[in-house]
């Protein structure tokens, strides 16, 4: 029950600073907050991301990329080009490395009004940081753990946010259902998102992506949106004055 407790809540912290703090703050601005903001959400990332910690600007580079190139050769991943999901998360890993470590050229436009705090982002790549999460996670589960079948998760926690890409960037590209026809093969996974905190409605978003509430329909649910109308209304973020 721990362990089982543990991977949820680490499956949905991770996530959550994946969806809300990466992908819609840094790669997309769909809101603005203060310096002091965005360093503690920054910090929260690097907690709950943990050993598989995503650098928001590299993050919002590649994702930047993907928006504008999705589906073509140029995509940083597309079920379309990469033969499987593990080919896929290979040249995605090999794509942010690259940005990462400078190696990879991002197109300038790509660059612009992105999340730094480099001593953070250091600490958070360093392998010091990825192995000593890692060691805790083990720890845990050598305290918790009560049947040897629960250990198959603990490699999961390792992977935690490129697990929550690779589950979007693959399959919200292949399966699932079409509100708004796309040139690209975006869809939508479920339409009450509660297990991807709103990522699942992916061709929503593909076709508006400054929308910060990623359900269109009124039947969908995108469970990230309600926490960002509060976080509005207690004035630690602005939502951006084009928003619906
Ligand atoms: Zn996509
Ligand atoms: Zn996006």
């Known amino acids: 029950m721990a362990i089982l407790l543990f991977f949820v809540a680490h499956w949905y912290l991770s996530l959550f600073v994946q969806t ?4 819609r703050y840094a790669a997309h601005r769909m809101f603005t907050m203060s310096p002091f903001w ?3 959400f920054h910090l929260l990332t690097w907690l709950a991301q943990g050993s598989s910690y995503l650098n928001p600007a590299v993050y919002g580079m590649m994702h930047r990329a993907h928006h504008a190139y ?3 050769e140029q995509d940083p991943h597309s079920p379309k080009y990469d033969g499987n999901l593990f080919r896929m998360m290979w040249r995605t890993a090999g794509w942010y490395n690259g940005l ?3 190696t990879k050229q991002p197109e300038e436009r790509f660059t612009r009004d992105l999340p730094h705090w480099p001593r953070l982002e250091r600490l958070g790549e360093s392998w010091a940081s990825r192995i000593a999460w890692g060691l805790l996670y083990t720890a845990f589960y050598a305290a918790f753990a009560t049947a040897w079948w629960q250990w198959l998760f603990l ?3 390792f992977i935690m946010g490129p697990l929550h890409g690779a589950i979007i960037n693959w399959y919200a590209h292949r399966y699932g259902y079409v509100n708004h026809p796309t040139p690209d093969t975006s869809r939508n996974l479920m339409p009450v998102d509660l297990l991807m905190l709103g ?5 929503n978003h ?3 992506a400054a929308r910060p509430n990623f359900g269109t329909q ?3 649910l995108d469970p990230t949106w309600p926490v960002i109308r509060l976080l509005h209304a207690l004035g630690i973020i602005r939502l951006r004055k084009a928003a619906p």
């Open 100 to 102: 990462l470590y400078g």
């Open 70 to 72: 999705a589906d073509t």
């Open 38 to 40: 965005e360093k503690a």
């Open 155 to 157: 490699p999961l926690q």
């Open 20 to 23: 809300f703090y990466l992908h």
């Open 206 to 208: 593909h076709t508006h």
């Open 199 to 203: 990522e699942g409605l992916h061709n």
């Open 218 to 220: 009124w039947w969908e």
